[in-house]
């Protein structure tokens, strides 16, 4: 048995602090957009079946109990006490927080303190220029602002994230746009833009990416579904030997491009996570995928996790049962000794991330 007995959750969000009914925590689950099919839910898809197999027991049921009667325990528990029990019982031990997204989500404090683990923020880029803007009257004041507050959130996150390139199916252009182009770009963007109007102009986005780059800190990109080598690679080229990781995110179904870029630039990483909560019963076969082409100090271990605890909890669980599996069957046919085995996941799980990050041994 391969144990990982420590947890990073290198990308994650916080978890909904409301009851939910059926509907809202079964859309949760669904990674696309629209309804179910006629007559399913997305509980009938492997995400769904991971969480009816994994999560029950932390609960107090049987796996693979009906969905209604989960649902039952779960509010006869309450949000609170359910949400505790759940992330406690993933295992996880620190949780990196994107906080960019909206709704009503706990934040690493609160993220902390209910899975009895540490935390620590991940600045979302565009986020951080859409609060510039709304409080930035002239076109020079919000640049200015923006460049002290990328500033100023480095000194208190452990990276900043972006999804600049899962906006489109455009490769990113490598190099940082000139300062006319950057003004321009922004003067258009405020001028027609409302109070809480999202940033998507090209121009700023990759303004705001070689600002990030500029601070040192890992920068995590959101790949979406297009091609990560496409969209980053040109990227990835311009940024090497300036100091600053990229860590790709959400490969999958590219994950072995993404796996690909983190084995070709010393400086980029794959994530795991998302790609295995998605392949539920099938994760094994997508990890060995990526370990076929990725050196194993390249890979990071993350659940993806937003909203729903249960979606740390099955993160969690598929990547220990997917590694064990994976790498129990090399060390029985003799590929690898036990103690390198371990120690590899042991990367994996934890010890990458806290390198990346710059984390201490928690």
Same mark, same amino acid.
């Given at each position: 048995?391969?144990? =990982?007995?420590? @947890? &990073? $959750?290198?990308?994650?969000? !916080?978890? +909904?602090?409301?009851?939910?009914? /059926?509907? *809202?925590?079964? #859309? ?64 996880? =031990?620190?949780? @990196? &927080? $994107?906080?960019?997204?909206? !709704?009503? +989500?706990?934040?690493?404090?609160? /993220?902390? *303190?209910?899975? #009895? ?74 001028? !027609? ?170």
């Amino acid at each position: 048995m391969i144990e =990982t007995p420590s @947890l &990073v $959750d290198q990308h994650c969000h !916080g978890v +909904l602090r409301t009851e939910l009914g /059926l509907g *809202t925590f079964e #859309a949760h689950l669904g990674r696309g957009e629209g309804p179910p099919a006629p007559g399913t839910t997305f509980f009938d898809t492997q995400t769904g079946f991971a969480v009816r197999r994994w999560c029950p027991p932390l609960l107090g049921l049987e796996p693979h109990c009906p969905p209604a009667r989960y649902l039952a325990r779960r509010r006869e528990l309450g949000v609170l006490e359910a949400g505790r029990r759940l992330l406690r019982g993933s295992g996880i =031990t620190t949780y @990196l &927080v $994107d906080t960019g997204l909206p !709704g009503d +989500l706990t934040g690493p404090g609160e /993220l902390a *303190t209910t899975g #009895a683990a540490d935390a620590h923020e991940i600045v979302r880029l565009e986020l951080l220029a859409e609060q510039v803007a709304d409080t930035s009257g002239t076109v020079d004041s919000f640049l200015a602002n923006l460049a002290e507050s990328v500033h100023g959130a480095a000194a208190g996150a452990v990276a900043f994230t972006s999804v600049a390139g899962a906006r489109g199916d455009r490769p990113l252009p490598p190099e940082p746009p000139g300062p006319g182009e950057v003004r321009g770009a922004a003067g258009r963007w405020l001028a !027609g833009r409302q109070v809480g109007g999202e940033l998507a102009d090209p121009v700023l986005l990759r303004h705001l990416l070689w600002i990030a780059v500029a601070s040192g800190l890992p920068l995590q990109l959101h790949t979406g579904a297009a091609d990560p080598q496409r969209s980053f690679g040109a990227f990835a080229r311009a940024t090497a030997g300036l100091g600053t990781d990229l860590v790709l995110l959400h490969g999958y179904p590219h994950h072995r491009a993404a796996a690909h870029l983190a084995g070709v630039f010393p400086h980029v990483y794959a994530d795991l996570g998302p790609a295995l909560v998605r392949t539920g019963a099938r994760a094994a076969a997508v990890l060995a995928e990526i370990l076929e082409l990725a050196p194993f100090g390249k890979l990071l271990f993350s659940s993806g996790a937003h909203g729903l605890p249960e979606l740390h909890v099955v993160g969690a669980t598929l990547f220990r049962e997917a590694l064990s599996r994976v790498l129990g069957t090399w060390v029985a046919d003799g590929a690898w000794s036990l103690a390198d085995a371990q120690r590899v996941a042991a990367m994996i799980a934890a010890d990458n991330a806290r390198r990346v990050y710059g984390l201490t041994d928690e």
